[in-house]
C-alpha cells in the first residue's frame, strides 16, 4: 500500500446526513466529499439548509442520522476529543464572535495559548504574521470595537489560522458586511484559496464563487439539487431549481 494513500481519504466526508427542527426537515441525505485543498462553494436560497450544514461538519449543529467524518474519523459526540477535533476546523461566522473586552492580539493568541499549549512569545510572533498576513497589524492593541466590520472578520480568519486548521469553514463571511468591506475579506479568502487551503464556504458572492471555487454545491429545500465546477453550473445548470435560482439572482 503506498504511503500516500492518506490524501485519498476526504479531509471532511458527511454521509447520509439527515437533521430536522422540530417538523422541519432542514437537511435530507446530505452525501458530500471535500478532498485536501480543495475550495467547496455551497450557494442556494435562503432557509436551503446551507449554514445548518456548515455547521454539523464541527457539531455546532447536531444531527439526526448519518456520519460526519473528518480524515475519515467520525466526529466525536462530546468532550474532549470533539473540542480537539473542533480545534483542527477553522471556522469563521457571519458576526465575527471575537472577544470583546480583548484586544486583537490576544484574540488571536488565545486558542494557541490555551489550547495548542503555544508559549506567548510564540504564540505572539505567531500572531502578529497572520494580522501582517490580513493586512490589520497596525490594530493588534485596539479591541474589536476599534475595528470596522471588514477589519473584525479578517482578525476572525487570522484567529481561525493561527490553530493551523486541517480546513476552513465559512458561513456568509461576509453577509453582515457593508458593501465596501466585502472585498477586503475576500481577497484575503482568495489568498488562502491559493495557498491551498481546504476550505468550505457558504456564501451569496456568485463572483467569488465563479473565480475561486473548484466546485460549486447548489442546495435548496434541504438536499444537494447539483454539484459541479463553477463555469459548468453557472452557465449550463442540470436543473430547473438551479436554472431558478440563478435567474433570481441576475439582476443583484
Not at 90 to 107: D, S
Not at 129 to 135: D, I, M, N
Not at 165 to 193: C, G, Q, W
Not at 226 to 234: I, K
Amino acid at each position: 500500500m503506498s504511503l500516500n494513500h492518506t490524501d485519498e481519504i476526504p479531509v471532511i466526508e458527511l454521509r447520509h446526513v439527515d437533521k430536522h427542527y422540530g417538523d422541519l426537515h432542514v437537511l435530507r441525505d446530505i452525501n458530500l466529499k471535500v478532498s485536501r485543498g480543495e475550495v467547496l462553494v455551497v450557494i442556494g436560497p435562503s432557509g436551503s439548509g446551507k449554514s445548518t450544514m456548515c455547521r454539523t461538519i464541527n457539531r455546532l449543529e447536531t444531527i439526526d442520522s448519518g456520519d460526519v467524518l473528518i480524515e475519515g474519523k467520525p466526529l466525536p459526540k462530546e468532550g474532549r476529543e470533539l473540542a480537539a477535533m473542533r480545534a483542527e476546523l477553522g471556522m469563521v461566522f457571519q458576526q465575527f464572535n471575537l472577544f470583546a473586552h480583548k484586544t486583537i492580539l490576544e484574540n488571536v493568541t488565545l486558542g494557541p495559548i490555551d489550547v495548542l499549549g503555544m508559549k506567548r512569545d510564540e504564540a505572539e510572533k505567531r500572531a502578529m504574521e497572520l494580522l501582517a498576513r490580513v493586512g490589520v497589524a497596525e490594530q493588534a492593541q485596539k479591541v474589536p470595537a476599534q475595528l470596522s466590520g471588514g477589519q473584525q472578520q479578517r482578525v476572525a480568519i487570522a484567529r481561525s489560522l493561527a490553530m493551523n486548521p486541517k480546513a476552513m469553514m465559512f458561513d456568509e463571511p461576509t453577509s453582515a458586511l457593508d458593501p465596501e468591506m466585502i472585498n477586503e475579506v475576500l481577497d484575503v479568502m482568495v489568498e488562502l484559496a491559493r495557498g491551498g487551503m481546504t476550505m468550505v464556504v457558504v456564501t451569496h458572492e456568485m463572483n467569488f464563487a465563479r473565480r475561486v471555487a473548484d466546485r460549486v454545491v447548489f442546495m435548496a429545500d434541504g438536499q444537494i439539487v447539483e454539484e459541479g465546477a463553477p463555469d459548468e453550473f453557472f452557465d449550463h445548470p442540470k436543473t430547473q431549481r438551479a436554472r431558478d435560482f440563478l435567474n433570481s439572482i441576475k439582476g443583484h
